[in-house]
């Protein structure tokens, strides 16, 4: 073989070093190599949304830079009180006058002033401080009101990333999730933007908004028209899936427009080269002349990452649902007159009803998810009984006699999934954590759609779910007339569907019937005939 070039390993290194202190064109560089004194390769910029409330008190006991020695031995860790369950309407009416009645108290951490003097070891101990007050402050409210809040990041590393991208910025565009905006919308970010200079302006963008209707969309701009916050629609993934042949291109009569200089809201769905201008537009309300910054932030699971690849045109950012894939703040030049800054998925202090509610909208990871009770039953309640059977093709048991608008458990509809789908545990049980996983996905993705409507407006009336499809009955010869008649389940159907069909490996349970006539192919007459040991070990009920 032939022997290793040492120098090859010094040449690439020095090419390495070379490359570290090459600036793009117009002054703008990546991040990780800012001369700021800060090395991102050491950083722990990995994104941190629940702890413990062990972890929970240990970090912050680091962050306070104390050490705490075990005093007693009965010392015990209370954990949280976070609801899981469905709440009643009395119990989601005091928690909503609690959420408004402490709504000043959720709010971002803000960064420490600091000037050319301020050195390095005293801002980070500053912003350490701060920090860590800002955390004190919202684990004693949820203590004392009782108040669930989404689990926040608790990594000061990725707070940092946001501060440096809202100070950079010219515009803060939040993009928010169309079919439930007010949940993913943090109205203490505008206001911090302001904080930092009131020239800066901040915008919504609601990504996925293929999924609601143009009177769904008109009833959210009248909405924010009334609280004079300016929106825009978008779909990252229709205009990634778009041929680039079919890609809408405005006129210069367009650009000359003032109505598209966004003076109203408008409830038509942006293409990529009109959200182009609408940024552009936007940025020219507050600089004139030069190369604008558009900061995006949003939570994860949104579509920021979406975004920036269909405004690209290639996919310049990875895509991921998990908070901490973006671990610093990047940027993207468009042309001469636009560049937009990334800053990594955050997860806002948020007000929410249960846990449940955070799992359906992405903000807590499926995968990882223990309890699935609480969740598939909200969705059980949210989206009626025939759109749940057509979606998956699955007969989910009817309900009593005489219980009329009855939403079915979670357990019956999983079980009735993982029989058609064939999830089945060892024992012959329908896996009904496999089943929960994949349709708690489909909700977050779209195929099981339920859009929350704005404040004043009935739910009722706003979304509206397809009627259920009847069964079509021709008559004999072709002038007949086409009679609709609804399914219905003979008395051998109903039973059979009554009951929980398990099947179990060897002995059967016992049911009550007469075991000997069940399987009268599989008696065994010869009763001294011995079986095989690991028969016998393999099955439970001997």
Known sequence: MPKKDPALGR??????KKRSNFVIRDGYRHTSDLLDGRDFGKLNLNSVTEQSSLDDFLDKAALAEKEYNEEFADIR???ADVSNGILSEEEKILISEAQEKNKEVLCIPRRPSWNADTSKEELEAKEREAFLLWRRKLALVQEEQHINLTPYEKNLEVWRQLWRVIERSDVVVQILDARNPLLF????????????NESKLNVLLLNKADFLTENER???????????????FFSALQEIE???????????KEKKSSDFLSIKNDPKILSRDELIYFFKSICKLVKDDGISNVGLVGYPNVGKSSTINAILMSKKVSVSATPGKTKHFQTFIVDNELCLCDCPGLVFPNFVSTKAEMVINGILPIDQLTNWVHPVSLITKCIPRHILQSTYSVLIPAPAEGAENVHPTAEEFLNAHGYNRGFMTQRGLPDNARSARYILKDFVNGRLLYCHAPPGVNQEDYHKFPEAKLKKIVGSNSNSEIEFKPIVLSEADKKFFSKTQVH??????????????SKPWKKHYNRNKKEKLRKKCLNPYD
């Not at 040449?11 to 390495?16: E, G, K, N, T, V």
């Not at 701009?221 to 825009?232: D, H, R, W």
Request: hydrophobic share 30%; aromatic share 10%; glycine share 4%.
């Open 242 to 252: 778009k041929n680039s042949e079919e890609e809408d291109f405005i006129s210069e």
């Open 218 to 232: 008109q009833c959210w701009c009248e909405y924010f028209e009334k609280t004079g916050v300016q929106i825009a």
């Open 77 to 79: 860790i209370v954990e």
């Open 11 to 16: 040449c690439l290194i020095r090419a390495h």
């Open 185 to 196: 919308r943090c109205p203490d970010l505008e206001a911090y933007v302001k904080e930092i």
């Open 504 to 517: 179990f490996k060897g002995k059967p349970l016992n049911t009550g019937e007469d075991e000997s006539c």
